[in-house]
């Protein structure tokens, strides 16, 4: 039963992660914007949403004198807008830079978040985070259902797969239409379709907008299944993590972003039960990141496009090689 639990939990983290791969695809993949602001983003949705359905309250470092007690599914809702507003705010300062410039302001927004969470403890409650965040039909659990008892964790694993689910028909969607279109020629050279008359910051706004708020909507439902948030989970190791799993997956495909981040969920979570006594256990961090490390080095070197590149982004990329 442990294991089980222990299972369920670990496929939620990987749906929340997922989520947050899908919103990046969008950014990377689909458009082409080097986005380092994930964590930000993220931070948003969970601090956004926590505070709604949270009362005020007070700890042994700081009282925070904002909470509105709200339902969680407002909370959800208005952390996905809001972390999605705050995209297209940083975008709008930034969405005429490309490449190291973009990288550099949207980096610097994200720890500008953390540090506005970290010290504003009388809306936040600063470093010691908020606690007891509420989750959503947990009093009507456990649930017996046809001579089976269907516990709490399993049902908002069923619900995260829902919402992932969606996302990703959702964006799919996207990427194959018009407006897809649009951001991959962006992606591959911004001058074609502004020669065509196509409004290329709109469509790049847009782009930072959607990818942010499923980050937001990631960050609530991660602050909703945990209950306890802390300004330390939204670093820009997190960031990294799911850059890590786009590039791997293949950047383009919002199914190879999926698969990428179970690779990276699997490294994290397996080494976790690595004995105390095995050498080196105490470096384990810095080993994830050297093991991540080195799948990126081989996926780039033996297969540039990723597991499930975009057929289409290598295609031109062989096209170019061609002239």
């Known amino acids: 039963m442990a294991y089980a639990t222990l299972l369920v939990t670990i496929g939620i983290i990987l749906v929340i992660y997922s989520l947050l791969a899908v919103g990046m695809n969008m950014h990377w993949g689909d458009t082409g914007l080097l986005n380092f602001a994930h964590a930000g983003f993220f931070g948003v949705g969970a601090y956004t949403s926590a505070i709604l359905t949270t009362p005020t309250g007070s700890g042994l470092l700081a009282e925070r004198v904002v909470g509105f007690d709200l339902p969680v599914v407002v909370g959800v809702v208005v952390a996905t807008v809001l972390a999605a507003l705050v995209g297209v705010v940083i975008a709008l300062t930034s969405v005429r830079l490309e490449g190291?410039?973009?990288?550099?302001?949207?980096?610097?927004?994200?720890?500008?978040?953390?540090?506005?969470?970290?010290?504003?403890?009388?809306?936040?409650?600063?470093?010691?985070?908020?606690?007891?965040?509420?989750?959503?039909?947990?009093?009507?659990?456990?649930?017996?259902?046809?001579?089976?008892?269907?516990?709490?964790?399993?049902?908002?694993?069923?619900?995260?797969?829902?919402?992932?689910?969606?996302?990703?028909?959702?964006?799919?969607?996207?990427?194959?239409?018009?407006?897809?279109?649009?951001?991959?020629?962006?992606?591959?050279?911004?001058?074609?379709?502004?020669?065509?008359?196509k409004r290329t910051s709109v469509f790049k706004l847009k782009s930072f907008g959607l990818g942010a708020g499923?980050?937001?909507?990631?960050?609530?439902?991660?602050?909703?299944?945990?209950?306890?948030?802390?300004?330390?989970?939204?670093?820009?190791?997190?960031?990294?993590?799911?850059?890590?799993?786009?590039?791997?997956?293949?950047?383009?495909?919002?199914?190879?972003?999926?698969?990428?981040?179970?690779?990276?969920?699997?490294?994290?979570?397996?080494?976790?039960?690595?004995?105390?006594?095995?050498?080196?256990?105490?470096?384990l961090p810095f080993i994830r990141l050297i093991v991540i490390g080195i799948a990126l080095i081989v996926v780039l070197y033996y297969r540039p496009q990723g597991l499930f590149g975009d057929r289409e982004r290598l295609a031109a990329g062989q096209s170019m090689e061609g002239e």
């Open 100 to 197: 190291d410039y973009l990288a550099m302001v949207t980096l610097s927004s994200a720890e500008f978040i953390r540090l506005v969470i970290t010290n504003e403890s009388w809306l936040t409650a600063g470093a010691q985070g908020i606690n007891e965040i509420p989750r959503p039909m947990s009093g009507a659990f456990p649930l017996p259902l046809g001579g089976f008892i269907v516990g709490y964790d399993l049902f908002y694993l069923a619900v995260g797969l829902v919402v992932l689910g969606v996302c990703l028909a959702t964006f799919t969607r996207l990427s194959r239409s018009p407006f897809g279109r649009v951001l991959h020629a962006i992606r591959e050279d911004e001058d074609v379709p502004r020669a065509l008359g």
């Open 214 to 283: 499923v980050a937001g909507l990631a960050g609530a439902m991660w602050a909703h299944f945990f209950f306890a948030i802390t300004p330390t989970q939204f670093l820009p190791a997190l960031t990294f993590s799911v850059w890590a799993a786009v590039i791997i997956g293949g950047a383009g495909s919002y199914v190879g972003a999926i698969a990428g981040t179970v690779f990276i969920v699997g490294i994290r979570q397996v080494t976790r039960f690595i004995p105390s006594d095995v050498p080196f256990s105490g470096d």
